[in-house]
């Protein structure tokens, strides 16, 4: 039944800017978009290995960060003498390069965080995000600090036939993030039922055992690590070329804090979890906005945190399965009358 | 010289304060095994608590103090008692998000009914500071370092030469066994989480009157005070008071020496280097949980 979750998400998200033409909902959709997109990445760690990494947002803004620099260049000093001079260059090798740079930094902090466990995992990446955000605050030459990166290009792509085509609309922005957005489901799914899938999943179920079954935990973990970092950069990416304004604020807590309400609503560790969770959490403050100041919907997202944790401890995708399956298994029970069970106890004694 | 003494000083007046934190923060980890997300919240409510009593009810400073501290021991109390109580057997991250969730309402209900204008809370101390030839000390700093000490007395003996402190010394070794030989361990959680809260909280009102009191001034504090634990080591009490003046020591050195911009970055970077160097943290006895 939530197989056709994200086939059916594709098919209305797809057609949906056809008849929608408010620019504010648009804009919404364009960040729910992208915000979703590192849910999913996310979800890579927290929900199929297990690992609660909450300096998500660093990989984000480190992301953003990289594609900016690369298309407006920068000019900075270094110690020793060194002078690093960058002209400006393409969007499109911004975004290449956010991935690249952003899944290094992903590996490198994999490397070293993977060494501790449990709380110790969470405060260490916390850390991370945070050291980050200083610098991206205090290293003025190249960052402005809080005067913000501005007149960030647009994202350009080479099409066939047409050139060099700069996506200046709404709409072009909101086809770039929804393909990117399909991407990244597809590798996460290829991922995970592939057998590198099978080794995060035994890491997650019971270490022990699948360290003795000879699954390389620290490597795994990485690999993931890796990968779920270069996807969030790539979001930061696309997120830098749309909002076209970057300030170290892309850094903040409470960004990493959306992405983990996102993939937790959903369902940790389900392909559509995070895709539930970050439609709901993404269109959330559009319905919101209207009656509620921005601090009172702060204190309905927190509530509502709270209330999944409480009901749906697993999320609604995997709840909307138990559902399914406790309806499937009350018609097969309505077919075949109630002799099943005494029947199979009298095989059995 | 001159300066370096000043550092000092200034550094023993926030070391104290975060001690305080740290000690909440490191009881709550150590005996719960709870990460509380809600501390730097608390901090903040003990600075709010700080700023309604002495300003909006015009108490005295000095009874306006004791009065945040138990305002943040009842709250603590109370998250016990509705948010981890029900939550006892859950897995440690869904108690960390679950603390996440209350502290996120916490700071915005801060922020939704005080607003993000900083509110100053007065002292009733000279302005003119006492000075030691080179060196100036506020009259305030000094009872902010003075009361912090005495805060970090109280807890060692509570601890240490208590019924309750005993109690809770034998659940952070072994809560079965504990239960098992009359203690009510349910109890322990609630007044660890309840002491805990009551520090954060002291140390908001003891630094609100000292900077001022917004609702962001809780953000660092957390992480400063999970630096200061992972420091010390998990639940060890005098490691989080050591942790506690580590960390101001190289957040006031860091700042006059090295770099202002990259204060608060001292915390984190401690966090690192002590996690990939010694994870048990630079004096742990207790083994490590999580």
Known sequence: MTRFIAPLFLVVFALLPLGLTDPYLLNALIITGILTICAMSLNLLLGFTGQLSLGHVAFFGIGAYVSALTALGFDVSLPFGLRVTHEGGAPLLGFLLAILITGLAGYLIGRLSFRVRGAYFVIVTISFAEVVRLVALNWVELTQGPLALTAIPNMVLPVPGLGDVALRSKMQNYYLVLAVAVASYLLIARLVASRFGRAMRGLKENESLALSLGINATRTLTVAATISAAMAGAAGSLYAHYIRIIDPDVFLFSYTVTMVIMVVSGGKGTLAGPLVGGILFGLLPVALRPVMAPEAQWIVYGAILIAILFLMPRGIVPALEGLGERIAARRKAGDKPTDVMPAKMGANP | ?290
């Open chain 2, 1 to 290: 010289m001159d300066q370096l003494l000043q550092h000092i000083f200034n550094a023993l007046v926030l070391g104290g304060t975060y001690a305080l934190l740290g000690i909440g923060l490191t009881l709550i980890f150590g005996i719960m095994n709870v990460v509380n997300f809600t501390h730097g919240a608390l901090y903040t409510f003990g600075g709010y608590a700080m700023y309604l009593a002495a300003v909006a009810l015009g108490l005295n400073f000095f009874v306006a103090l004791p009065v945040a501290l138990v305002a943040g021991l009842l709250v603590g109390a109370f998250i016990e008692f509705t948010l981890l109580r029900p939550l006892r057997r859950s897995d440690i991250d869904t108690t960390m998000l679950v603390m996440i969730g209350a502290g996120i309402i916490m700071q915005s209900g801060t922020l939704w009914i005080f607003g993000g204008v900083a509110k100053a809370v007065p002292t009733p101390f000279p302005a003119q500071p006492l000075t030691f030839g080179p060196v100036s000390l506020s009259y305030v700093n000094l009872f902010v370092l003075c009361a912090a000490v005495a805060l970090i007395a109280i807890t060692y003996f509570t601890i240490n030469g208590t019924k309750l402190g005993r109690a809770m010394r034998a659940t952070f070794q072994d809560h079965d066994t504990a239960s098992l030989m009359g203690v009510n361990v349910s109890l322990i959680y609630t007044a660890t989480f309840a002491i805990g809260s009551a520090l954060a909280s002291a140390a908001g009102a003891l630094l609100g009157p000292v900077y001022v009191v917004t609702p962001q001034m809780g953000d660092l504090a957390a992480v400063k005070a999970f630096a200061i634990v992972i420091l010390g080591g998990l639940g060890s009490i005098s490691g989080a008071t050591i942790g506690g003046f580590i960390l101001a020591f190289a957040e006031e050195l860091g700042a006059g020496y090295i770099s202002s911009g990259y204060r608060d970055a001292m915390g984190f970077l401690i966090i690192i280097a002590v996690l990939l160097v010694k994870p048990t943290g630079l004096f742990a006895r207790a083994e490590r949980i999580g």
